[in-house]
């Protein structure tokens, strides 16, 4: 059994800053984790992916997002909690915001981005950026 907890999220102007977080546990030492999000009327969009490496985490960045959101992760209390520093934001950020982990698996590094790679998700935030 997985639980994936998210926290964060809320409105804030262009140019602004907001911080997601999310809580994964269960029966696995780590997952991998990706923030996706979806815009109403467009399909969901990787923008963030870790493996969460203790010395040297493998990440990935939606090019849309690249230098303005930063993703990492830390344990804390047997969870794994991952958050995503979102800077710079600008209107096309608009969406709501989605955590997924998996446990890990080779697959993952040719496909960080894409939804069907992860297996749980958590509930969703709304971002919303306004001018």
């Known amino acids: 059994q997985v639980e994936v907890v998210q926290s964060g999220g809320g409105s804030v102007q262009v140019g602004g800053s907001l911080i997601l977080s999310c809580a994964a546990s269960?029966?696995?030492?780590?997952?991998?984790v990706g923030w996706f999000r979806q815009a109403p009327g467009k399909e969901r969009e990787g923008v963030a992916a870790?493996?969460?490496?203790?010395?040297?985490?493998?990440?990935?960045?939606a090019e849309s997002v690249k230098g303005r959101f930063t993703i990492s992760t830390v344990k804390d209390n047997g969870k794994q909690i991952a958050y995503l520093q979102m800077d710079s934001l600008k209107s096309e950020d608009t969406a709501v915001y989605y955590c997924?982990?998996?446990?890990?698996?080779?697959?993952?590094?040719?496909?960080?981005?894409?939804?069907?790679?992860?297996?749980?998700w958590g509930q969703g935030t709304q971002v919303t950026v306004s001018a």
């Open positions: 269960g029966d696995a030492e780590k997952f991998f």
């Open positions: 870790t493996d969460a490496g203790t010395s040297t985490a493998t990440i990935r960045y």
């Open positions: 997924a982990v998996t446990k890990p698996t080779s697959g993952w590094y040719w496909a960080a981005l894409s939804a069907h790679v992860y297996k749980f």
